[in-house]
């Protein structure tokens, strides 16, 4: 079964995305960027959906730089969700590696179609 990991410090964000992906996948969730980068490691989810403002040690683009030059991590694909929507943002996500990029508020039914159609590709 295909494995994602939602890491996210709003549980209501994680709930929602982990609903609306139903029983089609396994989800994992993490409520900070050092908890998600250290499932990502034991894991290997295929796909990893990642907040960029979050509290603790690590944000999100940090977790998406340790994902993306982990070489045990190559194929994990990494989708952002963020409340931040500048373009200069988008272009920083995609640069270092994010497969989407997604601005909250979202619609989870576009989230689950790009994590489908990341996944296919």
């Known amino acids: 079964m295909t494995t ?8 209501d964000i994680r709930r ?5 992906l139903g029983k089609a996948f396994e989800v994992l ?3 900070d960027g050092k908890t998600g980068l ?4 034991r894991q290997k989810p295929d796909l990893v959906v990642l907040d960029v403002m979050m509290s603790g040690e690590l944000d999100g683009l940090q977790v998406l730089d340790a994902i993306k030059s982990d070489p045990q991590l ?3 694909r990494v989708i952002m969700v963020t409340a931040r929507g500048q373009a200069r943002d988008y272009e920083d996500g ?9 601005i ?3 619609s989870p039914l ?9 996944l296919a590709t």
């Open 4 to 11: 994602i990991l939602l890491v996210d410090d709003h549980s």
């Open 16 to 20: 929602l995305i982990r609903i609306t």
């Open 29 to 31: 969730e993490a409520e």
């Open 38 to 41: 250290e499932i990502a490691r």
């Open 74 to 76: 190559t194929h994990t």
């Open 94 to 102: 995609v640069q270092r590696g994010a497969d989407a990029y997604f």
């Open 104 to 106: 909250k508020p979202f």
């Open 110 to 118: 576009q989230l689950v179609a790009a994590i489908k159609e990341t």
